[in-house]
C-alpha cells in the first residue's frame, strides 16, 4: 500500500496533471474528428463530434498518460493511443443508449445522440466511430515497432468486440431481471467495462520502451483490478447519486432490472468491495515504487470519485 | 477491350474458380467466428455466425482473390484479408436493416438478424463484427512488411468509416424523398457500397507484391468503375427482380422513396450505364493482357448477374 502522505499533499498537483491531460486529450479528440461540419455528409460528423467532444472524465486516456509515464512513452504517441480508446468507449455509449438498449435521454448532462439527432444517425455515428478509431491506431506512428503498433491494434479489437466490450453489452441484455452471483457479476463487467480500462493501460505502455514480463503483469493487474473497481463504484453512484451530479439518468439500474453489485451485495458492501479492489490493485504497483505514483492516483480518482 | 472467345469459352473455369473461391472464404469465415455457439455469450456468438455464415455471393473476397493473383499473393493471406472485407460488409447488412435505418426483414432468402434475434442483439452482432474484422487485419500475418499491413488496416477503417461505408449510409438517409442528380448519387454510391468494394481488390493486391504505381491506380480506377457498376446493377435488379430471385426484398427503393439509377435515369439508360462502366472497367486493364483475366470474368459477373 502507497497511500502515503507525500502522495496526500500531491493532490493539488494531480488535479493539475488530470486536467491538463484532459485538455490534451480534447485537443486531439477536436482534430481527429475533423473534417469539419462543412464537409458532407456534414449531419454524421456534426453529430459524431456531439458524441466525443466537450464531456467526459477521459478516465481512460488519463490511465494510457499514466501507464505510459512509466514506459517513457512519448505524450503525444500516448494521447493518440488513447484518444482511440475513448472514441470506442464514446461509441459505446451512443449505441447503449439508444431505445433498443438502455432508452437512454440523458448523458454527460445534454440529450443523448439519437435523441439529439435521430436514430439512424446516432447508430451511424457509433458504427463510424469504431472505424475512426482503428483509422487513429494504423494512421499515425504510435510506436517505433509496426509489429508492435499491429499487436497494440489487435489488442484494442479484442477488447471492443464480442470477447470485450460488446460481448459483455450482450451478457447484460441477457442478464436483465435475473439475479446473478458475485462472479457472474464480475464475469459480465470484467467484460463490458473492464477489458477497455485494462486495454487502456496496455497501449499506454506499449507506445514506449518495452517492461519486463513481471513488470508488464503487474500493470496489467492493477488495470484488471481498477476497470473492476470503476464498475462498482459505477453501481454505487447508480444507486446513492443524483441524476444532476452523473449528468446522465440515476437509478437506472433498479428500474430496469439489472443486477449490479448493490442489487447483489447491497451499499454498504459494494463500497467495501471497491475500497478492497483499490488496495489490490495498489499492492500491484508495489514494486515501481514512486515511479507508478500517478497510477495510484488515477486508482484513488476512479474510486473515490462522486460522479 | 477483351472480351475474346478465349475468355467466354474459360466461363465454365470462372465458375469453377469463383465455387473454389466461395468454398475457401466461407471455411475461413467459420473458423475466424469461433468460439463455437456454447461460449459466452451464446446468443451474441450464435447471431454473428448467423449474420455471416452460409449466404451471399462473396463478391468482395472474390476480387481480392483475382486482384490478389495480380500481384503473385499467397492466396491465404488473400482469403483473410477478404474475410475481414466481407465482415465488414455482414455488419453494415445488420445494420442497414434495423427498423430505424431500412427495416428489412429478408435478407439471403432468411429472416434478417434483428427478426431472427432481437434488436439489441443484430445491433451488438454489427458493433462486434466490425471489430472483429480489424482483429482479423492484426492477428495473422498478411503481408511480410508490418508497416504495409497497418496501412492495409488504415485503408479498410478509412472504407468503413464517415467518408465511407458509413458516411455513403448518411447520405443514403438524407437523400430519401428527393431527386438527386446523377453526380449527386454517384458521390453516394462511391461512398456506400463502392469504398468497401475498392478497398477489397486493393487489400487482395497488397497481400503481394507492390505493383509499379501505375498498375496500382489502373487496378484501383478498375475497382472503382466496378464498385459503381456493381451498385446501377443493384438498382436494376431491385427495381426488375423478384423478391425470391433477391433473397431480399424487391421494390423497396422506390416504396422508401430513395433516389436510385432507376428512378433518376429509368431502367434503360440505367442498363446502359452499367455496360459503359463495365467497359471502361475492362480498358483500365487493358495493359495487363492475360494476367488480369480473372478480374474481367468478375466484371462480367457483377454486371450481369440476375440477383
Known sequence: MRLG???????????????????HIEAVLDKLLLPPPQIAPQRLHQAMRYAVLGGGKRVRPLLAFAAGELSQADPQRVALAGAAVEIIHAY?????DLPCMDDDVLRRGKPTCHVEYDE????????????????????????????????????????????????????????????????ELEFMHIHKTGAIIRVAALLGLKCGVPLSLQEHTYVDTFAKLIGLAFQVV??????????????????????????????????????????????????ALESFGDRANRLRELADFIVLRKS
Chains 1, 2 share one sequence.
Not at 459505446?92 to 447503449?96: G, I, P, T
Request: hydrophobic share 45%; aromatic share 4%.
Open 5 to 23: 502522505s507525500d502522495r496526500v499533499s500531491n493532490s493539488s498537483d494531480f488535479a493539475g496533471w488530470a486536467a491538463a491531460g484532459q485538455r
Open 92 to 96: 459505446s455509449l451512443v449505441h447503449d
Open 234 to 283: 459505477d453501481d454505487v453512484l447508480d444507486a446513492d447519486a443524483t441524476t444532476e451530479a452523473l449528468g446522465k439518468t440515476a437509478g437506472k439500474d433498479a428500474q430496469q432490472g439489472k443486477p449490479t453489485y448493490v442489487s447483489t451485495m447491497g451499499v454498504t458492501r459494494a463500497k467495501a468491495f471497491a475500497e478492497e479492489l483499490r488496495a489490490d490493485a495498489m499492492k
Open 120 to 183: 439512424a444517425t446516432a447508430l451511424l455515428v457509433g458504427d463510424a466511430l469504431q472505424s475512426l478509431a482503428f483509422q487513429v491506431m494504423t494512421e499515425h506512428t504510435l510506436c517505433d515497432d509496426a509489429a508492435v503498433q499491429l499487436e497494440m491494434t489487435k489488442l484494442l479489437a479484442i477488447a471492443s468486440g464480442s470477447r470485450g466490450m460488446a460481448g459483455g453489452q450482450a451478457i447484460d441484455l441477457e442478464a436483465v431481471g435475473k439475479e446473478l452471483t458475485v462472479p
